[in-house]
């Protein structure tokens, strides 16, 4: 195998990006890649990006070169060798594009030319991570404590291990063929099928088996390291639920609060010895398990990519994580790294101090699930289920968990006061056992019940302090129902993070009249900023959460705002394509001139980078929450995604000035399996209709032909504002076509607004910045570019064939449906990728 490096200075640079969206893998990636891109650009680096992935922003930047292929070896040693590439950084893409390099070094060949740099890790220490056993052995030898595992190729290998390790059993694939998702088991019936069918996900067929440790506290440390070994802690969170939840399913909080110091600071010199173990220069995301009965720390889990973690610890901390680490990666010292000017000279060295609390709850999509009629299996276990996550911030574990709970769950049944009240006793029981997605709520309701607070504790392995701070929640709650209307109890439960709509609901009267008791009696919120250095160095504060305190710190940034609401916790569905507009549109708006408030809640969201607006409020998307920054702000105009109609209702009847996103409330569901839709697809400016393509969808696929299409079949229709739009109808037809007459349009035909993920894919396939275009069309300032773009295609295009697909999620894995789950309206694993014509293409 060929390996020589050039040790000369880097200029060109390749991202390989993060793929599509799926559990565990949030679109984290392309949100890092994209923020770092012009920092990169500016300091002289030519950056190209490789993805596949629709929903990609950094694909799109004017900062980078980018390529829509499919992320394989041979795509990135062709991007490689026509782009000249001198640098390659990987762990930005994060577990997908670490392994894929790995495999890409392992492939290289002397007729390859020269191997790139690997940036951030050489490219052994890439290998030992990507293998994980190897990295655990020499993590092992330097005296850390990691779980006894094997790994073992076959299935009599595997009934050996049982006769060293007891049940319970942790069992993950070793090199994976994507993801790996560790699977518990512990009940002895259950292993022959589980190590079967792991063994399966594993391109070598091999199986690792560890000693599982159930019920121990799982504590996070992100930490960053530079060239020269300095490295500082950037932050560590705590799950509330035990090591057999998946820490993405647990409720999160940082700081942390119920770990000593002294076992932080141990943490924290352990995490630095891995990363100087791997030489890191980037980075490092170590998850550690706590048995407090010994004292012992285990390390469970080490992650040298961008991740979760290390978006959250950005948007909870104000520390530019990602802008630290890529130019740590690129070789520069801690004390070398270059910030923009909103942030103090000395920030990318300061440990960042919390002054409030943070905690982040998982969003499911049982409930959406179950409404199509598909049941799945709620019960929480070592499998991830969440598909999204909702952060609540607050000076108070209960303030924090407050906002988390109605920014999550604002709009699940399963969390309804009612719905808990009819869980039986056995049930409750049964549930606290085993864990489904109310978990919050149901705790609370067992101390309402009268449970108490230890036994609670050890039929959950949940640490009693937060079992103290829910009975604190419901004593402050059953304060404000008994004194009814009055001002000293608004103002008590609001400190606490309480709605209106839940202090309306206590005192059986509206919304309206809550905000007009707070009026009277200046009950109002105070915003805190977000800064890394807790206000102990001047900066230039972009990020805020409401607290009710004396000091504000948020002033108006002018008239003329804009304030967007953003697409909130939910991921599944078109909740990666409804950011990746969001963020567009923010973009768009910042380019033209415009000052952006965006109010959002979701660390995985590309729309809290800072660079894409002017301030960001981190609140819930309540109607009350959104009112208190209207107050505060006063904006020209509100942008709402159409799906939130009480909102958009509650706002207009207060004389806002409100412009809606088209949008429906969840993509559109796809074509039956012998069925194939067909859309005609088209641009208003608001005068005129212009039309684009026809496309047509199938389950799990979208496709473009190339169709003429004459202008005036759109001559009659009547819209309210300018955007895109689809004409669909649909054939009894299983195949793909090449064209496809077109119907007439007053007949089986409907009109609808362009779902996202198809905005998505048209822009990076026609190559045509569409949703900037509709932007500008919205404010009047559609140019002469764009108008030369919709002048050319009327429906013809010379491009590559490119479908997007939505197939590759193991949904069977992650929830168990009892049916198939409709592809087309869930986009999770939508990619772009070429296809091949069938013989079957061809009606004329």
């Known amino acids: 195998m060929y390996k020589k490096i050039v040790e000369t200075p880097v200029k060109k640079v390749l991202f390989i990006g993060g793929g599509e969206t799926d559990f565990g893998l949030q679109g984290e990636s392309d949100a890092a890649i994209y923020q770092v891109l012009p920092i990169l650009n500016g300091l002289g680096y030519t950056v190209t990006v490789l993805d596949d992935n629709p929903y990609s922003l950094a694909l799109e930047s004017p900062a980078a070169t980018g390529f829509l292929r499919t992320l394989t070896v041979q795509n990135v040693k062709k991007i490689i060798k026509s782009q000249k590439i001198d640098g390659v950084m990987p762990l930005f893409g994060g577990v997908r594009a670490l392994r894929l390099w790995d495999q890409v070094i392992s492939e290289w060949r002397e007729a390859d030319g020269v191997l790139p740099q690997t940036l951030g890790l050489s490219a052994s220490e890439l290998h030992e991570v990507n293998d994980g056993t190897l990295l655990f052995d020499r993590i092992e030898e330097i005296g850390l404590s990691v779980t006894a595992s094997a790994v073992v190729q076959n299935q009599e290998e595997a009934n050996e291990m049982l006769r060293d390790l007891e049940l319970p059993l942790v069992i993950r694939a070793h090199n994976p063929v994507q993801g790996t998702t560790r699977q518990i088991v512990d009940r002895l019936d259950d292993f022959d099928h589980v190590v079967n069918r792991v063994m399966g996900q594993s391109l070598t067929n091999e199986v690792l088996i560890a000693k599982a440790i159930n019920g121990l506290k799982e504590v996070s440390v992100l930490v960053v390291r530079d060239r020269d070994g300095n490295c500082l802690q950037v932050g560590a969170s705590e799950d509330m639920d035990p090591i057999g939840i998946h820490t993405a399913d647990s409720l999160s909080v940082a700081p942390v609060l119920t770990v000593s110091d002294q076992i932080l600071q141990q943490m924290r010199i352990q995490a630095f010895a891995i990363a100087d173990l791997i030489g890191l220069r980037g980075v490092l995301h170590v998850q550690f398990a706590f048995d407090e009965k010994t004292g012992e720390i285990y390390v469970i889990k080490v992650s040298p990519y961008l991740d979760h973690l290390a978006n959250r610890m950005a948007v909870m901390t104000g520390y530019p994580v990602m802008l630290v680490a890529a130019q740590l990666a690129m070789g520069k010292k801690i004390t070398e790294v270059y910030l923009p000017n909103a942030f103090h000279e000395k920030t990318a060295i300061m440990e960042p101090v919390m002054d409030h609390i943070v905690v982040k709850l998982p969003v499911f999509s049982f409930g959406d699930l179950e409404a199509m009629g598909i049941k799945v299996n709620r019960q929480l276990n070592s499998v991830q289920k969440s598909v999204g996550s909702a952060l609540g911030f607050g000076r108070t574990f209960v303030e924090a968990m407050e906002k988390a709970i109605r920014s999550a769950h604002f709009n699940n049944r399963s969390f309804s006061p009612k719905y808990m009240a009819d869980v039986s006793d056995d049930e409750l029981i049964q549930q606290l056992i085993h864990p489904q997605d109310n978990r ?50 608004l103002r008590r439960a609001k400190k606490f993070g309480l709605s209106d709509g839940l202090i309306a609901r206590f005192w059986q009267t509206d919304f309206q009249a809550i905000r007009t008791l707070a009026r009277q009696n200046n009950i109002q919120p105070t915003y805190k900023a977000l800064e890394p250095s807790a206000g102990e160095f001047p900066e230039h504060a972009r990020q805020f959460f409401a607290t009710f305190e004396e000091e504000n710190e948020s002033e108006p940034i002018c008239a003329q705002s804009v304030l967007i609401i953003g697409p909130g916790a939910f991921r599944m569905g078109d909740g990666a394509s409804a950011g990746y507009m969001t963020s567009v549109t923010l973009s768009e708006l910042h380019r033209l001139d415009y000052q952006t408030i965006i109010m959002n809640n979701n660390a995985a969201d590309p729309t809290l980078l800072p660079h894409l607006s002017d301030k960001q409020y981190l609140e819930p998307l309540e109607v009350s929450d959104v009112m208190s920054v209207v107050d505060k702000e006063q904006p020209h105009a509100i942008l709402v995604p159409g799906n939130r109609k009480k909102l958009i209702e509650a706002l207009q009847e207060m004389g806002q000035h409100v412009i809606v996103f088209p949008k429906e409330k969840h993509h559109p569901s ?75 349009l007053r007949v089986d035909t409907w009109l609808r607004p362009m779902p996202y993920g198809h905005i998505a894919y048209l822009t990076k396939v026609l190559d045509i910045p569409l949703g900037r275009m509709i932007v500008r069309a919205w404010v009047g300032q559609l140019n002469e570019a764009d108008r030369q773009y919709l002048a050319a295609i009327k429906g013809q295009h010379e491009t590559a064939k490119l479908a997007m697909v939505a197939k590759n999620t193991d949904f069977d894995l992650h929830l168990h449906p009892d049916k198939a789950i409709d592809l087309t309206r869930f986009e999770m694993g939508a990619k772009i990728v070429p296809y091949e014509s069938e013989k079957n293409d061809g009606q004329e």
Do not use: M
């Open 440 to 489: 919050v709520l149901l705790l609370i309701e067992a101390l309402r019940r009268g449970y108490e607070v230890d036994e609670l504790a050890e039929l959950t392995n949940i640490d009693e302090f937060y079992f103290y701070q829910l009975n604190r929640l419901i004593e402050i709650e059953r304060s404000v129902d008994r004194d009814n209307i009055d001002a000293d109890a």
């Open 670 to 744: 796809g074509p039956e399996k012998h069925q194939s839709e067909f859309s005609l697809n088209f641009f208003y400016d608001g005068e005129e209709k212009h039309p684009l393509v026809v496309t047509q969808h199938r389950p799990g696929e979208v496709r473009i032909l190339d169709q003429a299409i004459d202008p005036a079949l759109l001559d009659d229709l009547t819209l309210a504002s300018p955007g895109l739009y689809q004409i669909i109808w649909r054939v009894d037809l299983d195949a793909w076509v090449s064209k496809i007459p077109l119907p007439d």
